[in-house]
């Protein structure tokens, strides 16, 4: 089946401890995003990826970084440096076809992991 | 900057009763999307309007796409315990990267 895997679903990080959150994907999709959500709140992004070796930051990127080695993954890393990382991160893609009226921008959300800071 | 505003913030009905989220935007949108996210869940997909004054029906959930492309809503005729949740409204960044997604409404269904 075809789809985003999101690892670990909790996690649980002393402070002052960098933790990779993982995000993979077999959708062949070129886009990939990272979002946080809070407790009764929206999504707010972190940073986001068009292509393999690039991306670009996104609302709240300090204390976060990424890296994008191949199309099918895009970790996250939430560093010592966040100072709130308590949250709910989502990973997404984005399935783009031929631009135009046409065109079709469907997200695909992974299950999301649970990050909690002792 | 672009933004995407949705109102309310949540919403609490009795089961039975209709509810519409509204959603509008600071720009004129190609398209405009609307998620669904469970309690505990991840947001999924639920339809996408592109043209100008469209109407689209999924059951008991209606979806409308504004004449000037800004605004759009969401209404649920007769919601059900089943329809609890966050719903959110999403349209095209400025440059086609990303997707601004509005803060989302949260529905809870009295029974």
């Known amino acids: 089946d075809g789809g985003i895997t999101q690892s670990p679903k909790y996690l649980f990080r002393k402070e002052g401890q960098n933790v990779t959150l993982s995000c993979e994907q077999n959708?062949?999709?070129?886009?990939m995003y990272w979002y946080r959500q809070d407790p009764g709140q929206g999504l707010r992004l972190i940073y986001y990826?068009?292509?393999?070796?690039?991306?670009q930051k996104g609302d709240i990127a300090e204390g976060y970084s990424v890296s994008r080695e191949k199309k099918e993954s895009f970790p996250l890393t939430v560093t010592s440096a966040q100072k709130n990382p308590t949250a709910f991160y989502l990973c997404?893609?984005?399935?783009?076809?031929?631009?135009?009226?046409?065109?079709?921008?469907?997200?695909?959300f992974g299950p999301g992991t649970r990050l909690t800071v002792l | 900057g672009q933004q995407v505003m949705q109102i309310p913030q949540y919403q609490h009905v009795q089961e039975g009763e209709d509810f519409t989220t509204y959603c509008n935007s600071s720009?004129?949108?190609?398209?405009i999307q609307w998620y669904k996210q469970r309690p505990g869940g991840h947001p999924v997909f639920l339809i996408q309007?592109?043209?100008?004054?469209e109407v689209k029906k999924q059951k008991r959930l209606t979806f409308q796409f504004g004449e000037a492309k800004k605004n759009s809503s969401l209404h649920i005729t007769a919601t059900q315990t089943t329809d609890v949740g966050t719903y959110f409204c999403?349209?095209?960044?400025?440059?086609?990267?990303?997707?601004?997604f509005g803060a989302g409404t949260i529905l809870r269904v009295k029974s």
């Open positions: 990826s068009q292509i393999v070796n690039d991306f």
């Open positions: 959708l062949n999709h070129d886009a």
């Open positions: 720009t004129t949108l190609s398209n």
């Open positions: 997404a893609s984005l399935a783009r076809l031929a631009g135009g009226p046409g065109s079709y921008n469907e997200q695909f």
């Open positions: 999403a349209g095209p960044g400025e440059y086609g990267n990303k997707l601004v």
């Open positions: 309007l592109v043209k100008s004054g």
